[in-house]
């Protein structure tokens, strides 16, 4: 694939990694954390019982545990309660709030788990949309209740302590590791060859039908875009795509996306239409693509080079400074996604 291919975006829309179309091949679906999920087998899936109820019933149990939609789940729970109080989290939970907290940690805080205050704020939460900026001040009071080094979290006991006002949340990394807890229940039934998806987020496991890899296309940014022409072998690894076209709003010729950037509080407007990365797991896939998407399109980039992360920008290049919204996507692989991904 050449480093620099460029396409006409279109208007937006949700377009994101898409199957390529294998035979015989099962496909179960069904809704989950405000999307959809589906699972693709090799074979008859139907005809084995209790399975979409299996895969249900693990999707329901992680919602309830670390939804920031649900008031009744553990996690807004947690986002209400007493400054002081300790919390014993259920398994999934505490391994999503361990790597969030790494994660956090090795990308100095791009990721960050506990930005819930201000998301809500930008109107990217549980409450109103919003189609205009909040006021600086309000921004300025809920910046104190952010910041991931104030999550204090014991792994051996698995308590979280609420250091006063702290809301979780873990839309960055959620879908990633759900995707993760299925192919882990797949795999537990014996279903070794699978590629599950959540929302766009998948992670593929043995081989199609076929006997090959699984394969993804990448897809444009937009619902109408031209498709890249990408498309990434998965051997035992997931792919999650951020993107600022899935959910935001325009003010004022002003793009204000769903990812916030902690250092100041406001919408990332870094010039990254979407970040695709590759990993072992969904929930590393995940948080970096959200990451990256903070650090921009120069520092996002040379740290995944650093980081041999298997990584692509789509980078919206203006083509006339006097009209903003004209302009191209710069496709811009790092070398480690070049050696997993072909171009047609
Ligand atoms: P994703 O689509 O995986 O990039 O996740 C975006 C979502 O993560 C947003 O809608 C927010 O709920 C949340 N979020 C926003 N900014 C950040 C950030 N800097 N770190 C972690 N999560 C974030
Ligand atoms: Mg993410």
Not at 92 to 95: I, K, L, P, S, V
Not at 113 to 132: K, M, N, T
Not at 162 to 182: N, Y
């Given at each position: 694939m050449p480093g620099n291919v460029s396409y006409a975006p279109s208007a937006d829309g949700a377009a994101r990694v898409a199957y390529r179309q294998a035979s015989r091949l099962s496909t179960l679906r069904g809704e989950t954390m405000g999307t959809t999920w589906s699972v693709r087998l090799p074979g008859d899936a139907p005809a084995l019982p209790g399975l979409v109820s299996a895969l249900e019933h693990t999707l329901d149990d992680y919602v309830a545990q670390v939804s920031h939609w649900r008031p009744d789940s553990l996690l807004s729970r947690f986002n209400r309660a007493e400054p002081g109080s300790a919390h014993v989290l259920p398994d999934?939970?505490?391994?999503v709030i361990e790597a969030a907290i790494a994660i956090a940690r090795e990308t100095d805080g791009a990721f960050d788990?506990?930005?819930?205050?201000?998301?809500?704020?930008?109107?990217?939460?549980?409450?109103?949309?919003?189609?205009?900026p909040p006021a600086a001040e309000a921004i300025d009071a809920a910046r104190p209740a952010t910041g991931w080094r104030r999550l204090r979290?014991?792994?051996?006991?698995?308590?979280?302590?609420?250091?006063?006002?702290?809301?979780?949340?873990?839309?960055?990394?959620?879908?990633?590791?759900?995707?993760?807890?299925?192919?882990?229940r797949l795999s537990d039934l014996g279903l070794r060859d699978h590629l599950v998806e959540i929302g766009g987020e998948l992670r593929a496991s043995g081989n199609r039908p076929d006997g090959r890899p699984w394969r993804v296309a990448v897809q444009g940014v937009g619902a109408d875009a031209p498709p890249t022409g990408i498309t990434i072998a998965l051997r035992d690894q997931a792919v999650a795509t951020s993107g600022d076209y899935l959910r935001y709003f325009d003010h004022d010729g002003q793009r204000y996306a769903h990812t916030i950037d902690p250092r100041d509080g406001r919408p990332v407007d870094s010039g990254i239409a979407s970040v695709t990365v590759v990993h072992a797991d969904c929930l590393h896939a995940d948080a970096l693509a959200t990451a990256l998407t903070v650090m921009g399109a120069d520092e996002g980039f040379s740290y995944a080079e650093r980081r041999g992360l298997a990584a692509l920008f789509l980078l919206r290049d203006p083509i006339d400074p006097r009209h903003p919204r004209r302009e191209v996507i710069r496709v811009k692989p790092t070398p480690a996604f070049l050696t997993l991904s072909s171009h047609e």
């Open positions: 999934a939970f505490a391994a788990p506990s930005l819930g205050a201000l998301v809500d704020l930008w109107g990217f939460g549980a409450g109103e949309r919003l189609d205009h979290f014991d792994a051996v006991t698995r308590t979280l302590v609420q250091a006063g006002g702290v809301r979780l949340d873990l839309s960055g990394i959620a879908k990633g590791h759900a995707v993760d807890l299925l192919g882990a």
